[in-house]
């Protein structure tokens, strides 16, 4: 058996270090030789040094008993055999995202969830993810993540999802044994909607996962993700803002009944989409207008060409930075810009379908 203080190396994977503990029965703490201590399965290590010097091994049923222990030497890997980075021109600009999946998708209402890391870059990633709780932070996950690859850093239940609102993520990028562009270190704090983790749709089809997954981003193309920040007060007040205050004209009726040049109206004000707002938070109302801009997005997808025009008002701009937000992340391939004022005045945006 494994114990603390082993000397261990990896059966499956380059790399090993000294087991600084156990999270459970099946998984050992590994600190590397950079001081980072990870989740390893038991099955996956190899003992090279016990806690107290001696080397030793397991053996099978059919091997012979012998009173002396033998050490076992294990070979040595060469530099040409160590992992080998494929890279990519758009590689050298750092994309990192999480990604959360749950682990019953049938069973949304109880399911717990996996969290990985997904690192879209050419760089070697020193990464710390942590929680915010009252004014202090808790690692939840550290370690070393390789070029274009993806690691998994925990699993959690329902019951965690409060403690996921504030994340943060620490990252210093590098290249080991090569020339590399030098990235700042970055320390990413996010703001998670953790009631999307209730919803279906808002886990989709993505390049990294076989499964549907929410795609949290936190570098993009060296940039780090900064989280939306709103009053409260002028939410409100932007939301329940009067569809005459936006000084609309009608649309004229257009004879073409056809996809391209027919044009629809979707008036995303709080007060045409609910008669009754009574007991609905600022931010309760926003996720409801976003899941009925998503809602009529998924709705016409296949109908290309289609125009579609969403009124949101002007107010303060806050659901009309959300839409554009949503627009360039999760509807790259559409074509937006500001409808017509003189029809719309400043309240309005109009997407074409691609």
């Avoid at 399965?41 to 091997?63: F, I, Y």
Wanted: glycine share 6%; with cysteine; aromatic share 8%.
């Amino acid at each position: 058996m494994i114990k603390k203080g082993d000397k261990v190396r990896f059966l499956n994977s380059v790399g090993g270090g000294i087991v600084r503990g156990f999270r459970d029965k099946h998984t050992a703490l590994v600190e590397d030789e950079s001081g980072f201590e990870f989740p390893v399965s038991v099955s996956e290590c190899v003992v090279v040094d016990e806690g107290g010097g001696t080397a030793r091994h397991t053996r099978s049923a059919g091997e012979e008993r012998s009173s002396a222990v033998q050490p076992v030497e294990l070979p040595v890997r060469k530099e040409s055999e160590e992992y080998r980075v494929e890279e990519t021109p758009e590689g050298e600009r750092l994309n990192l995202s999480i990604a959360y999946l749950p682990v019953d998708p049938k069973n949304l209402t109880s399911s717990g969830y996996e969290a990985y890391l997904v690192n879209d870059s050419n760089y070697y990633l020193f990464y710390n993810y942590m929680n915010a709780s009252n004014r202090s932070w808790t690692s939840r996950s550290s370690g070393i993540i390789e070029p274009n690859t993806r690691i998994f850093m925990e699993e959690f239940g329902k019951e965690d999802l409060n403690d996921l609102e504030r994340v943060c993520v620490q990252l210093i990028a590098f290249k080991k044994k090569k020339p590399y562009a030098l990235k700042n270190a970055m320390s990413v704090e996010l703001r998670l909607d953790t009631v999307k983790f209730y919803k279906i749709h808002c886990f989709t089809p993505n390049d990294f996962f076989d499964e549907d997954a929410l795609l949290v981003s936190v570098v993009r193309n060296d940039v780090p993700e900064r989280p939306l920040l709103i009053s409260a007060t002028d939410l409100q007040e932007a939301m329940m803002q009067k569809k005459r205050d936006d000084r609309r004209k009608p649309q004229p009726v257009s004879k073409p009944k056809t996809p391209e040049n027919l044009i629809l109206e979707i008036d995303l004000h709080i007060s045409q989409l609910l008669d009754d707002t009574t007991g609905m938070s600022a931010s309760d109302m926003l996720n409801y207008q976003l899941d009925k801009f998503h809602a009529v997005m998924q709705e016409h997808a296949e109908q290309k060409g289609r125009k579609i025009v969403f009124i949101h008002g002007k107010g303060e701009g806050v659901l009309r930075a959300a839409i554009e937000k949503e627009l360039k992340t999760r509807y790259k391939s559409c074509d937006y810009q500001d409808a017509s004022f003189r029809e719309y005045g400043f309240g309005a945006t109009m997407v074409k379908i691609r």
